[in-house]
């Protein structure tokens, strides 16, 4: 069964395309990420470029796309680690001719390496640069950028994000967006409305407290909100799942079913049966991160 096949979706009801960040699963081949996905009826693919689509591999990229086009999946973007860094400057013009070979039509990019309360104006101003000009060569080709929302960057904190984003003042760039760690929901919530006009994708999972990985239905409410902000704006995007508990390939059918059920959320009832997302008692922190 392929991923068109199996979809899930109530017509009219969600803006939100249900897709997988290659990264989940790194020990896996990519046409076996692909299989997976289509058969969890997962929609799209964000190939990651440390392990399935490495920028100077151009085998690895048509592999990485065959398997998109084998399993009916879209390439919705590329994932890279450029950090706008005056090092790596030189390497941009690789990643966008990559993206353009996996028919991605955006690149993730990440502001920097270092968190904005620690960043002096020099720091900042770099990376502004670095970003404004990777933003003028992907709109070279053709492509969008958008930023990896993460702690120890500039876009640490929703504040930060928008003076970044004002900063670069380039059209094709956006942001993407994830729970904060440790957030409470209400908190990670409030940042989303405050940025979500400018977000382009959503990464999905739950994590609570710290990185101790949770299925997706254990923060229910959570993302029954954080659908109902995105599906108040009728702007086409997508929804990630991002490192699934135990990086179990067995979980990923579940998890994209909880997925597409969330997604769909309006107005009205919150889900019954789930986790309230301050709950303290989870049990130990996971070791593994991004």
């Known amino acids: 069964m392929t991923g068109r096949e199996s979809r899930d979706r109530t017509p ?56 998109c086009d084998r399993h009916g999946l879209t390439c919705c973007s590329y994932g890279s680690y450029f950090r706008a860094t005056q090092d790596e400057r030189a390497a941009f013009p690789w990643i966008a001719r990559a993206a353009v070979m996996l028919g991605a039509p955006r690149v993730r990019v990440w502001a920097g390496g270092t968190g904005s309360a620690a960043a002096t104006p020099q720091e900042r101003g770099e990376t502004v640069a670095g970003l404004r000009e990777a933003a003028r060569i992907a709109a070279d080709h053709g492509l969008e950028l958008a930023l990896e929302f993460h702690s120890k960057t500039l876009t640490d904190t929703v504040a930060s994000t928008l003076r970044l984003l004002d900063e670069v003042g380039a059209d094709n760039l956006r942001t993407y967006w994830q729970p904060p760690l440790d957030a409470s929901g209400e908190e990670a919530l409030a940042g989303l409305s405050r940025l979500v006009d400018r977000v382009s994708a959503v990464h999905v999972f739950s994590w609570w407290p710290g990185n101790h990985r949770l299925p997706l239905a254990d923060r229910g409410e959570l993302w029954a909100g954080v659908f109902e902000l995105l599906n108040a704006r009728h702007v086409p995007m997508e929804a990630l799942l991002e490192f699934v508990p135990g990086d179990d390939p067995a979980v990923l059918a579940r998890e994209a079913a909880t997925l597409r059920r969330v997604a769909a959320h309006r107005r009205g009832p919150l889900p019954r049966g789930t986790l309230r997302q301050d709950t303290p008692a989870y049990g130990a922190h996971s070791t593994s991160s991004y």
């Open 12 to 67: 009219g009801t969600t803006v939100t395309t249900p897709g997988l960040c290659s990264v989940t699963f790194r020990q896996l081949p990519a046409a076996e990420v692909a299989r997976r996905a289509a058969d969890a009826g997962l929609e799209a693919i964000e190939w990651g470029a440390d392990v399935h689509a490495p920028a100077a591999d151009p085998d690895a990229l048509r592999e990485a796309r065959e398997a």
